[in-house]
């Protein structure tokens, strides 16, 4: 299986702030990677997908970059309604597999 | 406005199976677009894809869960759903149905809202 690592596990943040979460998989899997948010009590919402495809109906602060091993989601300016879990998901190859989640919290 | 819904105990005892049915509305499960999955959430951790399925019948899962997995499609009732077997503590979580686009491991751009099922003696 690919093993993806997401960096940092949590943040503490403020809103406006620019945030960044970092994705690194196991082996290259060229643009195949999802990025979700998730807030408590609620299924993932799909952010962005093809490495930097934002999904229709998710806010321009979102977005996403790179490919192969290496992946950044950057939230340009954090909003109040931000402060969730993201998670980094690999479709490349079967069984995708997810990141171990990265927390924003308020500063 | 498309809808997935998750049904089935939620509470089941060690060696029994668990049953949970994903019930599609405001679209055709039978789309060749989209495939059919199961993803679980242990409470406080990640997420784990359980095993995904097209309106054809063909099945996809993943090898951890294999040996005790079973998803199957009714087109008729536009439903979905998952039976794993011999259940341990291990496997209570947050039990999530999910479109997945294009392929039987693409990303999922339409979520149920999640059932917990416990698993406890």
């Known amino acids: 299986d690919i093993q993806m690592t997401q960096s940092p596990s949590s943040l503490s943040a403020s809103v406006g702030d620019r945030v960044t979460i970092t994705c690194r998989a196991s082996?290259?899997?060229?643009?195949?990677l999802n990025w979700y948010q998730q807030k408590p009590g609620k299924a993932p919402n799909l952010l962005i997908h093809?490495?930097?495809s934002l999904q229709s109906g998710v806010p321009s602060r979102f977005s996403g970059s790179g490919s192969g091993t290496d992946f950044t989601l950057t939230i340009s300016s954090l909003q109040p309604e931000d402060f969730a879990t993201y998670y980094c998901?690999?479709?490349?190859?079967?069984?995708?597999?997810f990141g171990q989640g990265t927390k924003v919290e308020t500063k | 406005q498309l809808q997935l819904q998750e049904s089935g105990p939620g509470l089941g005892k060690p060696s029994e199976t668990l049953s949970l049915t994903c019930t599609v509305s405001?679209?055709?499960?039978?789309?060749?677009?989209?495939?059919w999955g199961w993803i679980r959430q242990p409470p406080g951790k990640g997420l784990e894809w359980i095993g995904t399925?097209?309106?054809?019948?063909?099945?996809f899962y993943n090898p951890s869960l294999k040996s005790r997995v079973t998803i199957s499609v009714d087109t008729s009732r536009n439903q979905f759903s998952l039976k794993l077997s011999s259940v341990t503590a291990a496997d209570t979580a947050v039990y999530y149905c999910?479109?997945?686009?294009?392929?039987?491991?693409?990303?999922?751009?339409?979520w149920g809202q999640g059932t917990l099922v416990t698993v406890s003696s």
């Open positions: 998901q690999q479709s490349y190859s079967t069984p995708p597999t």
């Open positions: 399925i097209y309106y054809s019948g063909s099945t």
């Open positions: 999910a479109r997945l686009y294009g392929y039987s491991y693409g990303y999922s751009d339409y």
């Open positions: 082996q290259s899997i060229y643009k195949y």
């Open positions: 405001g679209g055709s499960i039978s789309s060749t677009t989209y495939y």
């Open positions: 093809a490495a930097s």
